[in-house]
């Protein structure tokens, strides 16, 4: 029965992995409401499973119990919150991402398992990248609703926005190369290879500014090969990125830096706006954040209550950004701080920090270590891990979930076969 159980939570869980992009983001209505069912169902039976079965091995406690008081901390602030529907609505989305991470963590600690919310991923992303090449051909799935200019100007794949789909894209990139990198070829290379390649090619359609962290996204998993097999080759790559990281944004500060990006964003499918107008904007829309954060430094002004509250603090007159509605903080930071003030910020980066204890080293988790950084990045402009449910659910199932599990902590490949489990040598 306690097999069962655990079978019928991870199929859920897979499900939940695959509606979270494919349902328009799961960013409105019955898509949104789809996903916290699926995460809900799947935690709950994986609660059910282990009662059946008296025990829970997770490698990591840690991340779970911060998790946790993360979700306490969300749950309070969605019900003492001005607007107590969107609250709880949004309480029940980080119900359904953290409970689906944790799921995977506790039931998907053997080879078989990880195969199969790898192979959902992997299918989920072509998918995804499917929908996109056909919007190209004007055909469209009944029932979505696209922005006006799809297809003739950008491509949105199964989000709403580009630039939500952009963001997701990272994900895609990041377990395309990690794949290619460290399973030997087979049957699966070449469909893998053309899924990367689509990724990147439709990710030229989106006009987002996440184009360049999508492109990045494929790189960054050599990084984290690197470490796997040489951890001084690692440090050093490491540091030369963060370097060429750090130079870049420098030189978009300058004039001549700036001029020289405008001459060639057309090149990276960036054709909307210059990086003066992108910095302006994203200047504009951050002030709201920080005004609410200010306010409410140490609650912050309730999950959820973006929309509502940022409007007390519209200039007068309204120009630009002002004059227009702001769905998101356009920052993943400012987003959590605003409407979880400083404890909920603090409780999040601690889980996201507690993952590190004994990190696994199969596919999943080495999949996780590298879209980490980069939506870490992302997150100082868009909001992907914060307002974003279908990115939200794969990303914090690859850097939590997937971090933790079993996979990479057996001393001996006889142990891991005695327990039907693999090491990483299994991948």
Known sequence: MATGLERLALLVACLALAWGPLAQGSTFGVWFSGLIILGSVTLALTFLATGVRGRLTLPNPWWPLFAALFLAWVWYSALTAPDVLAGERWAGIWTAVLGVAFSLAALAGTYRRQQVVLSTLLVTGGAAVTLALLQQRGIFVPGFTYLDGVPEQILTGPYFHPSHFSGYLITVAALTSTVLLNIRPGW??????????????????????????????????????????????????????????AWIVLALTTPAGQALFNSLKGQFGIESQSIEGFIRVRQEIHWFGVSMWETHQYRGSGVGQWGTEYQKYRPDPNTNAGSIYVNYAHSDYLQVAAELGLLGAALMSVTLLSVMYRRGLGLLAMTGSAILPVYLFTGLYESHLSAIPGTMVGAYVLVLGASTTIIGYQSSATTAKAEGQVTTSGF
């Open 188 to 245: 699966h290379t070449l469909p893998i290879l053309a899924l990367a390649a689509g990724t990147q090619y439709v990710n030229l359609f989106t006009d987002g500014s996440s184009i360049p962290a999508v492109m990045m996204a494929a790189g960054v998993p050599v990084i984290v090969w690197t470490w796997k097999h040489r951890p001084w080759a690692g440090i050093t790559l490491s540091a030369g990125a963060l370097a060429a990281a």
